[in-house]
């Protein structure tokens, strides 16, 4: 649960490091001042913080897994599957059903960049989860 935690955080703040600040396509509230934009993101970035540090927690106190090789793979594959979700959940809640935002809505086609950002997102979840198949 760490780990998935962990990727969950990790693919929220690449989201808003990426698409919020050094691109700056789109801000968590679109349809409000420049204000009220920053505090938005602001309040996104210390909801993905807290995330990040739950997830750093529950893997510190889970202990050691037995071996490097095995830990290293689960932490992986969930941590995979928690940047998956983030990606997919969040484009659907917040591209597709509330409508609060596009990936890049300024683009010719935003919809093709909210597709690829949900694509992305099961692309990960299966990369962990095919990983975590794997385990023996």
């Known amino acids: 649960m760490g780990s998935f935690l962990l990727g969950f955080g990790f693919l929220g703040a690449m989201d808003g490091i990426v698409f919020h600040q050094l691109l700056q396509w789109h801000s968590v509230v679109m349809d ?5 934009q920053i505090v938005s993101d ?8 807290l995330t990040l540090i739950a997830g750093a927690i529950l893997i ?7 071996s490097f090789r095995y830990g290293a793979r689960l932490i992986g594959s969930y941590f995979l599957m928690g940047g998956g979700i983030f990606n997919f959940a969040e484009g659907i809640i917040n591209h597709h059903l509330l409508q609060i935002h596009r990936v ?3 683009a010719a086609n935003p919809l093709f960049y909210d597709l690829a950002f949900l694509a992305s997102g099961l692309v990960l979840f299966a990369a962990g989860f095919l990983l975590k198949k794997g385990l023996k």
Request: glycine content about 18%; proline content about 9%.
């Open 32 to 36: 409000t001042s420049r204000t009220m």
């Open 104 to 106: 890049h809505p300024d």
């Open 60 to 66: 510190w106190l889970g202990g050691n897994p037995g």
């Open 42 to 49: 602001g309040i996104f970035h210390f909801a993905v913080t």
